[in-house]
């Protein structure tokens, strides 16, 4: 492993970090690399407001972790970045293997 690369995206891999840190968060992603799962799938399997899952779908929507796409009036969430389904595979294995 070589600090001076990843020197140069500390502060991306940071903010990705801050963003798993939080339980909830986490959930969402492990869910959604199950597949693409729509709000209300989530609330009932995360056992999360619809008001706070919002919130932190959001913040993984800025983050460019996840992306939408809407069904009438459905919203459905999925991982849409390489790195975070990657990230997700290396948590399970570390953790949940």
């Known amino acids: 492993m070589d600090a001076t690369e990843i ?3 500390a502060d991306n891999v940071a903010q990705r970090l801050a963003l798993l840190a939080n ?5 969402i992603l ?13 609330c009932a399997a995360l056992d999360l ?3 706070a899952l919002s919130q932190h779908l959001a913040k993984l929507r800025t983050a460019g ?3 939408t796409r809407r ?8 991982i849409d970045d390489p790195d975070t389904v ?5 948590l399970y294995d570390v953790f949940c293997a």
């Open 7 to 9: 020197a140069d995206k």
């Open 23 to 27: 339980p909830n968060r986490l959930m």
């Open 30 to 42: 492990c869910k959604l690399a199950e597949g693409e799962q729509s709000v209300g799938a989530l």
């Open 49 to 51: 407001s619809q008001s």
């Open 65 to 67: 972790m996840v992306a």
């Open 71 to 78: 069904e009438r009036q459905t919203i459905h969430y999925r």
């Open 86 to 90: 990657a990230l997700m595979r290396a």
